[in-house]
T-cell receptor, first 115, second 116 residues
Framework: AQTVTQSQPEMSVQEAETVTLSCTYD???????LFWYKQPPSRQMILVIR??????QNATENRFSVNFQKAAKSFSLKISDSQLGDTAMYFC????????????FGQGTRLTINP | DTGVSQDPRHKITKRGQNVTFRCDPI?????LYWYRQTLGQGPEFLTY????????KSRLLSDRFSAERPKGSFSTLEIQRTEQGDSAMYLC??????????????FGPGTRLTVL
């Protein structure tokens, strides 16, 4: 079974700073996807970024980028120039490329951006 | 293009009552998922539909839970004889199995269930 671990329950940074959220996962499969989702307080889950395991190039989406280390099974999220609206729970998630394709989520990291 | 919608957004019920939730996926998305999220935790997979066929169910989905997706469009999740442990946020997500965003799941706002 696949597992996802987020070792930082909470993080706090000042506005405009850069912050990196950690995620590790465990799988014996070779073909999968990794995601970061954001869940603002009392609001719905929003996709931040997606990475296909077969791609060596790290995904980027505006201020959000990932550091995907397949051999180490590590998938960290970097948020540059953080904004107050980035305050949210961030979930790392794993999905096999074949089969039911259900998402397996980590426990989440509560990120607070301070003014 | 409207997103995933869920109804109701909040439901308070007494232990032992039955409840039903509805999810309307993004139009043309052929895959639909149900997840459960308890406070402070990540969502956990419950069940998955490809069109109208229910292809996988988690062991979390006890026999009191049933899900349907008639005609491959909206889906319903019913919980019979609710228990206090059923209190959670029930999330629905949908995805498409082709195209540039293939297999990316988009979530609805959730239904928060409180069992008294």
């Amino acid at each position: 079974a696949q597992t996802v671990t987020q070792s930082q329950p909470e993080m706090s940074v000042q506005e405009a700073e850069t912050v990196t959220l950690s995620c590790t996962y465990d799988t014996s499969e070779n073909n999968y996807y990794l995601f970061w989702y954001k869940q603002p307080p009392s609001r719905q889950m929003i996709l931040v970024i997606r990475q296909e395991a077969y791609k060596q190039q790290n995904a980027t989406e505006n201020r959000f980028s990932v550091n995907f280390q397949k051999a180490a099974k590590s998938f960290s999220l970097k948020i540059s120039d953080s904004q107050l609206g980035d305050t949210a729970m961030y979930f790392c998630a794993f999905m096999l490329a074949e089969g039911a394709q259900k998402l397996v989520f980590g426990q989440g990291t509560r990120l607070t951006i301070n003014p | 293009d409207t997103g995933v919608s869920q109804d109701p957004r909040h439901k308070i019920t007494k232990r032992g009552q039955n409840v039903t939730f509805r999810c309307d996926p993004i139009s043309e998305h052929n895959r639909l998922y149900w997840y459960r999220q308890t406070l402070g935790q990540g969502p956990e997979f419950l069940t998955y539909f490809q069109n109208e066929a229910q292809l996988e169910k988690s062991r979390l989905l006890s026999d009191r839970f049933s899900a349907e997706r008639p005609k491959g469009s909206f889906s319903t999740l019913e919980i019979q004889r609710t228990e206090q442990g059923d209190s959670a946020m029930y999330l629905c997500a949908s995805s498409l199995d082709s195209g540039p965003s293939t297999d990316t799941q988009y979530f609805g706002p959730g239904t928060r269930l409180t069992v008294l």
